[in-house]
């Protein structure tokens, strides 16, 4: 089965610093006939369903605000906010939808404010 | 707007059968696949199930082969999930979501609000 091990499992930062999290998959989810990988990050709040920030690895959503950002190809992926705010603590899963059965999240990124 | 709006759901016993809903509005529903993403209390996301944008193809996670089925009403606009044979470890949120346009690998754009499935005796 392919797994995404995401890491950290938790990180506090401070109100306007800098927030990484990490997604390696066990395959590669890049496809050459379109160059695209097929990677997504989702944020998910407390009694919330998950919301969609950024698709095709580095795509962002209409709406998302621009210092959510994703990078990466093949097998490692990051999401960064680079300005952290108040509203931004959620849980964060990144998905890989490329080859499946099985689709895969993974673990998940509590984001605390320090 | 898109919405997706889930019905169902509540307590069952272990051994038990329910089924849920999710009705769709604010796109061409015939157009899209459509997946059921779960999670257990405290937990991650656990993808369950997709179907395609005209039901000819599904795909279970090993966990629900067997004993789930997941099926679409396009003159309804609805998406189901029939589960079956319950057990204490399927007991979770469960949401449905919005897939691709005529194809399953796809990113999931608008999510359902969610129902809770508990498995208790």
């Known amino acids: 089965d392919f797994v995404m091990t995401q890491s950290p499992d938790s990180l506090a930062v401070s109100l306007g610093e800098r927030a990484t999290i990490n997604c390696k998959s066990s395959q590669s989810v890049f496809w050459s006939s379109n160059n695209k990988n097929y990677l997504a990050w989702y944020q998910q709040k407390p009694g919330q369903p998950p919301k969609l920030l950024i698709s095709?690895?580095?795509t962002r959503e209409s709406g998302v605000p621009d210092r959510f950002s994703g990078s990466g190809s093949g097998t490692d992926f990051t999401l960064t906010i680079t300005s952290l705010q108040a509203e931004d603590v959620a849980v964060y899963y990144c998905?890989?939808?490329?080859?499946?059965?099985?689709?895969?999240f993974g673990g998940g990124t509590k984001v605390e404010i320090k | 707007q898109v919405q997706l709006v889930q019905s169902g759901g509540g307590v069952v016993q272990p051994g038990g059968s329910l089924r849920l809903s999710c009705a769709a509005s604010?796109?061409?529903?015939?157009?899209?696949?459509m997946h059921w993403v779960r999670q257990a209390p405290g937990k991650g996301l656990e993808w369950v199930a997709v179907i395609s944008y005209d039901g000819s193809n599904t795909y279970y996670a090993d966990s629900v082969k067997g004993r789930f089925t997941i099926s679409r009403d396009n003159s309804k606009s609805t998406l189901y999930l029939q589960m079956n044979s319950l057990r204490d470890d399927d007991t979770a949120v469960y949401y449905c979501a919005k897939g691709g346009p005529m194809t399953v690998m796809y990113h999931f754009d608008y999510w359902g609000q969610g129902t809770l499935v508990t498995v208790s005796s």
């Open positions: 604010g796109f061409t529903f015939s157009n899209y696949g």
């Open positions: 998905q890989r939808y490329y080859n499946f059965p099985p689709l895969t």
């Open positions: 095709w690895a580095s």
